[in-house]
């Protein structure tokens, strides 16, 4: 049983791996077009530091953005803006400390931007984790489920006002999930979401992925419900060459090198979807949508569950301690 519930995800997961590297064999990452100017509108990106997220803030704040890095390390997070700044990049870039896997610092973060008066156009959920071996969060939380899922949940609910307030009919404001093909291999457990019978970092990965899923279809459905103008979508970068590897088995890691040099896709490659995703005229007021590769694609059949997406839409505003406010969103529609 123990072997079982740790083999067939890892199977599953590589399965998906290498399905993608298979496709990125064949076909190139999709040229960014030419995207319109965003002067005069905030975004947040979550782990903007470094790898997608950096390549991601990065682009936004050339088209002008004001632009907060949210993450966990101020040094690197530092060094970004001064980057930034050197390239003479048009937007502001600023550096806000973040925790994702403490509930209390995503909080804070919130409460911080509140209180600054900013409004909020782009929210890029990015920030994310892959392959830790089992550890809980400071809040009695599976890592996993926390920093990938979790607090971007809560970090999105916090900030839910200001980007309704924010967007406009014509000029939404715009919710990014970062998503990936693993999330095919995903099951949500919601008997077990901290994976405690039988922990599996894979398992726990791909859950975490497909929850972010769940999570986009749920809150755009409940946001148009209420006729605000919101959109939220999911995004799948593909296989990139970052940081988010380093935790493989060393077999493992000593084959993705050589073939990371010829088929992963590179950070700027893999943050174009959600450079995309954020401000191109074409999504302009379009959610709902599971983005690869610059194509609306079907995401996985239980992504689509609409009893399961609620089901743990409940669970995680009673995990995170805040009230189901989608019941306030469909009583003003």
């Given at each position: 049983m ?6 067939l995800?890892?199977?599953r997961?590589?399965l998906?791996?290498?399905k993608v590297?298979i ?9 960014l077009?030419v995207?319109?100017?965003?002067n005069?509108r905030?975004a ?12 991601t803030?990065r682009?936004l704040a050339?088209l002008g ?10 040094e690197?997070g530092?060094?970004?803006v ?15 400390f ?11 973060f919130a ?13 890029v959920?990015n920030?994310g ?18 920093l990938?899922y979790?607090g971007?949940?809560l970090?999105t609910n916090?900030?839910?006002d200001?980007?309704k ?12 999930n ?13 008997e077990?979401l901290?994976?405690r019978?039988c ?5 726990a ?6 929850a ?16 605000f103008?919101v959109?939220v ?8 060459d970052t ?5 493989l088995?060393s ?6 090198k050589p ?5 992963f ?5 893999g943050?174009s979807?959600s450079?995309?995703a954020a ?7 379009v959610?709902?949508c ?5 194509h609306?694609?079907?995401?996985s059949?239980s ?10 839409w409940k ?8 009230r ?9 529609a």
């Open positions: 123990w072997l079982f519930s740790v083999l995800p890892l199977l997961l590589y998906c791996g290498i590297l496709y990125q064999m064949f076909n190139r990452s999709f040229t077009p995207l319109p100017r965003q005069g905030v947040v990106v979550t782990g903007g530091t470094r790898g997608m997220g950096y390549e803030a682009h050339s953005m004001h632009v907060v890095i949210a993450g966990n390390e101020r690197e530092a060094a970004a001064r980057t930034f700044q050197e390239e003479g990049v048009e937007g502001k870039v600023e550096f806000v973040l925790d994702l896997t403490s509930l209390k610092s995503v909080r804070q409460q911080a931007f509140a209180d600054r008066g900013l409004p909020l156009h782009v929210l959920n920030a984790t892959m392959m830790v071996p089992e550890r809980q969060t400071e809040d009695g939380f599976e890592f996993h489920f926390t990938n979790l971007h949940f970090l916090l900030l839910l200001t980007l307030r924010s967007g406009r009919p014509g000029r939404c404001s715009r919710i990014i970062m998503s990936s093909a693993t999330h095919f291999a995903g099951v949500v457990d919601m077990d901290n994976k019978i922990y599996s970092s894979h398992a990965y791909s859950q975490s992925k497909l972010l899923v769940l999570f986009t279809y749920y809150l755009q459905e409940q946001l148009a419900a209420g006729g103008p959109t979508n999911a995004v799948d970068p593909g296989m990139v940081a988010l590897y380093d935790n088995w077999l493992a890691q000593a084959m993705k073939v990371a040099k010829t088929l896709r590179t950070p700027a490659e943050a979807i450079i995309y401000a191109s005229s074409e999504l302009e007021g959610g709902a599971y983005l690869y590769n610059s609306r694609i079907q995401s059949d992504s689509y569950d609409s009893e399961l997406q609620a089901e743990l669970k995680s505003c009673e995990l995170v301690g805040i189901d406010s989608c019941t306030s969103y469909q009583s003003t």
